[in-house]
């Protein structure tokens, strides 16, 4: 079965993949408590640890890294949001491939961050990448610029190893943050990311416009990663669908509906935000700019 599911991966553009075996990741706990809730994400530890929750006869994970990267041109989106929405990239891989193991006979059910389960973690223990200071999963070939992918399966699998590598430890993410959310010890305040308060609904403090100027970006934030030495190579996407339509910078019509907005940008992993959010944040670079 192996066999056949690298042979549907390399067909779909997974750069990569490898296997979990299903069970409770207890060790997790300790940690996610001492993180805290973060938004998007499940209060509840259990459902982020327990894959049993979702499938009760699962034995194995498959996990999936997408390559988005298309190279280092500057502009005011996040890489991972120029070409299609890799929600929509990604889910339709994982349909595909869980459709091939539903054809062999087994169960098989696709998460694209719609699943509640620790997805870095997951990826981390199927040999996938190592963990930076800044809690990017690095891939050896493809770097941080990748989006992961899971499939819960009751087909039994041959658990994958973990990489025997580590982050250099430079401390550039932890130096170059603008908000300085990445501290010395690995530990993130997600209140003063870029990324996240691009994304926040409603009207922002002087400080939270303060950091989006200073990152520059309108959606999203790339600067812990392109400063990162082990991006420095990082290998180009063969997907056409993160390459084709490519948008690095987004100025939109501010008298625009919301409904027009979400038509027009509705292959876009932004578009889902509304307009509010992103006429917003365009204000404030745009005031910078003066």
Not at 158 to 178: F, K, Q, Y
Not at 270 to 284: L, M, T
């Amino acid at each position: 079965m192996i066999s056949l599911i690298r042979e549907k991966c390399r067909s779909l553009y997974i750069a990569d993949f490898g296997i979990v075996r299903a069970r409770v990741f207890g060790e997790l706990s300790d940690f996610l408590e001492k993180c805290g809730h973060t938004p998007m994400t499940t209060p509840d530890i259990r459902r982020r640890t327990d894959p049993f929750l979702i499938m009760p006869e699962a034995k194995s994970i498959i996990v999936c890294l997408m390559s988005y990267y298309t190279g280092d041109e500057k502009g005011n989106l996040s890489k991972y949001a120029r070409g299609e929405d890799y929600h929509s990239v990604m889910g339709r891989a994982l349909g595909e491939l869980a459709e091939l193991l539903k054809e062999n006979g087994y169960r098989a059910e696709g998460f694209c961050d719609s699943g509640d389960l620790n997805d870095r973690y997951l990826a981390y223990l199927a040999g996938l990448g190592f963990f930076g200071k800044n809690g990017f999963l690095i891939h050896p070939v493809y770097g941080t610029y990748t989006v992961i992918g899971y499939i819960i399966t009751d087909c039994p699998l041959d658990e994958s190893a973990p990489l025997n590598s580590t982050c250099i430890n430079c401390g550039e993410c932890v130096r170059r943050c603008p908000g300085g959310a990445i501290a010395e010890d690995g530990s993130f305040c997600y209140e003063k990311c870029a990324s996240y308060i691009t994304q926040k609904k409603g009207e922002l403090s002087s400080e939270e416009e303060r950091i989006i100027a200073k990152s520059g970006y309108v959606w999203g934030c790339d600067v812990c990663q392109d400063v990162c030495p082990h991006n420095k190579n990082a290998k180009k996407t063969k997907n056409p669908e993160f390459n084709e339509y490519l948008c690095k910078d987004l100025h939109i019509d501010t008298s625009i509906s919301n409904r027009t907005f979400r038509k027009v940008y509705k292959n876009k992993a932004y578009a889902w935000r509304g307009k509010g959010v992103i006429a917003r944040n365009q204000e404030i670079l745009e005031k910078k700019g003066k």
